[in-house]
């Protein structure tokens, strides 16, 4: 397992003057799956952006598998984003497709792979996920909880070796986001990738990850395994893990005085 799968060394990325990651450093390794979590705007989904390529950071580096992303020209980039799988909020899928076509989408857009292969691939993915029965839906007859797995089918179709979730246990009912989770967690071992988890769902995120890093203020507060952070006396961890109102992120956003603002000072 190499320790230099994916690494994010000294990255600032902002809009204008405001600084969105501060200085931010992490590794992903393969066969492990990785949590990052933390406040609304703490910066989570635009690490996951900048790791695609999405966003160009005001300096640092995002290094996978040995290519710097942000210094390829654009074919050699969308050539490395094949290697990346992404599980978006709430699946996006193409709602005038069937299951079995968004799922094979990604093969007929980056391969010149047979029908009869594309069909056979299709298949296996749907069976990891539970759904091959359920190839010729449409996606309006999916619950939640089948979209998204259907949402993570087409995120492996590529068999890449890194994989991206955003917010993937949103909306879903217990029952579809312990089986979100469980699928995660075994497709991550069974298939060898970095899997990189952005959740709010502490639960689950802390049952399944094998690293947690805290994002608050742009920068990480905290790091270490789920163990770790459950024991941690750390103000920033205490207040996102017992959800207090009182502590380090404060409940308003930076601003002059009050007063100021509404022209009561001379």
């Known amino acids: 397992m190499s320790q230099d799968f994916l690494v994010l060394d000294q990255v600032r ?13 992490m ?21 996951l952006r900048t790791i695609g390529g999405q966003l160009r950071p005001r300096s640092g580096t995002v290094v996978f598998e040995g290519s710097d992303v942000h210094a390829l020209a654009r074919p050699e980039l969308y050539r490395l984003r094949r290697r990346m799988g992404m599980l978006y909020q709430f699946g996006a899928l193409f709602t005038d497709l069937s299951v079995f076509e968004n799922v094979a989408f990604p093969l007929r857009e980056h ?12 298949l296996l993915k749907l069976n990891a996920v539970g759904l091959r029965g359920a190839a010729q839906f449409r996606i309006s007859q999916l619950s939640g909880g089948m979209a998204r797995r259907v949402a993570l089918a087409r995120a ?26 469980h699928l995660i967690r075994n497709l991550n071992d069974a298939l060898d990738v970095a899997s990189i988890l952005v959740s709010h769902d ?7 990850a094998d690293h947690v ?5 742009g920068r990480i507060v905290a790091e270490g395994s789920p163990d770790e952070m459950r024991v941690s006396t750390d103000p920033n961890v205490r207040q ?26 001379r």
Do not use: C, N, W
Not at 111 to 122: F, K, N, Q
Not at 159 to 173: K, Q, V
Not at 202 to 208: D, L, M, R, T
């Open 13 to 25: 990325f902002g809009y204008r003057e405001r600084l969105i990651l501060d200085g931010v450093s």
């Open 27 to 47: 590794r992903f390794p393969r066969g492990k799956v990785v949590a990052l979590i933390g406040g609304s705007g703490s910066g989570k989904t635009t690490i």
């Open 111 to 122: 391969t010149a792979l047979p029908d009869a292969l594309v069909r056979d691939l299709v």
């Open 156 to 181: 492996i179709a590529l068999d890449p070796p890194l994989i991206m979730y955003d917010e993937p246990f949103a909306g879903l009912d217990p029952i579809s986001l312990a089986t979100v989770a």
């Open 202 to 208: 502490i639960k689950e995120v802390f049952g399944i």
């Open 213 to 217: 890093y805290l994002l608050a203020r």
């Open 240 to 265: 996102f893990l017992d959800g207090d109102i009182d502590g380090p992120v404060a409940f308003h956003y930076q601003a002059r005085a009050l007063a100021e603002d509404l022209g009561l000072t």
